[in-house]
């Protein structure tokens, strides 16, 4: 019994703040990011406010291209950028920069998605009452897209939790680099499936909070 508390006090408990920490970090710092790759994409589109090709396209391109990029191999490609940023390129805060890195795109795209979901006609309704360009991507756009972005943001959210678990195995900490380290690779069966519960359970928790908020938005 005193090894299971050890166990949970010293090793889980920590690793489940760590991945926390990292998920929340980085959710935000991607949101942001996301949403104003994604503003400029709509704004950008052929159908958008200001229609232009080139920067459409080419945000577009390097959007996708980041996308197209696997985690692990991002994470690993970006070590010195990763460095210079928060000085190191383990831990936790390490783990932030290319965990937002490779959200970020993601989120773009569900948010533009989320945002061309709006009517056309309550922004040709705005324009007609001469509504100015910001007007209508924050009173119009954003504001009727709310629900459908808030449950976007729960699936990006799942899936950076996923990414931190991957994360783990280049030296973020977390459950992830629980769950390998002494878990898989010492071959103790408690501790592996110990992170995968905790894993399951946050993603529910996770669910549950982004459903509930949609229902209430919408």
């Given at each position: 019994?005193?090894?299971?508390?050890?166990?949970?006090?010293?090793?889980?408990?920590?690793?489940?703040?760590?991945?926390?920490?990292?998920?929340?970090?980085?959710?935000?710092?991607?949101?942001?990011?996301?949403?104003?790759?994604?503003?400029?994409?709509?704004?950008?589109?052929?159908?958008?406010?200001?229609?232009?090709?080139?920067?459409?396209?080419?945000?577009?391109?390097?959007?996708?291209?980041?996308?197209?990029?696997p985690?692990?191999?991002?994470?690993?490609?970006?070590?010195?950028?990763?460095?210079?940023?928060?000085?190191t390129?383990?831990?936790?805060?390490?783990?932030?920069?290319?965990?937002?890195?490779?959200?970020?795109?993601?989120?773009?795209?569900?948010?533009?998605?989320?945002?061309?979901?709006?009517?056309?006609?309550?922004?040709?309704?705005?324009?007609?009452?001469?509504?100015?360009?910001?007007?209508?991507?924050?009173?119009v756009l954003i504001?009727?897209?709310?629900?459908?972005?808030?449950?976007?943001?729960?699936?990006?959210?799942i899936?950076?939790?996923?990414?931190?678990?991957?994360?783990?195995?280049?030296?973020?900490?977390g459950?992830?680099?629980?769950?390998?380290t002494?878990?898989?690779?010492?071959?103790?069966?408690?501790?592996?499936?110990?992170?995968?519960?905790?894993?399951?359970?946050?993603?529910q928790?996770?669910?549950?909070?982004?459903n509930f908020?949609?229902?209430?938005l919408?």
């Amino acid at each position: 019994m005193n090894d299971i508390i050890t166990l949970l006090t010293k090793i889980i408990l920590p690793s489940l703040w760590d991945t926390l920490y990292m998920i929340m970090i980085s959710a935000i710092l991607s949101t942001i990011f996301g949403f104003v790759l994604a503003i400029i994409l709509v704004v950008t589109d052929e159908k958008g406010l200001k229609p232009n090709k080139i920067v459409y396209r080419l945000l577009g391109s390097i959007i996708n291209i980041l996308r197209s990029v696997p985690f692990i191999i991002l994470a690993v490609a970006i070590i010195p950028f990763t460095r210079g940023i928060v000085g190191t390129s383990i831990g936790e805060k390490a783990a932030i920069v290319p965990l937002t890195i490779a959200a970020s795109p993601f989120i773009a795209r569900l948010i533009e998605s989320s945002l061309k979901e709006v009517n056309p006609s309550l922004v040709e309704a705005a324009k007609s009452f001469g509504a100015s360009n910001s007007q209508i991507i924050f009173r119009v756009l954003i504001k009727e897209a709310v629900p459908s972005i808030i449950s976007n943001l729960t699936l990006a959210i799942i899936s950076i939790l996923g990414l931190t678990a991957m994360a783990g195995a280049i030296g973020a900490g977390g459950l992830g680099a629980v769950g390998l380290t002494y878990g898989y690779q010492s071959f103790n069966k408690t501790i592996m499936y110990s992170t995968v519960i905790l894993l399951i359970i946050v993603v529910q928790i996770v669910q549950f909070i982004g459903n509930f908020t949609y229902k209430k938005l919408k």
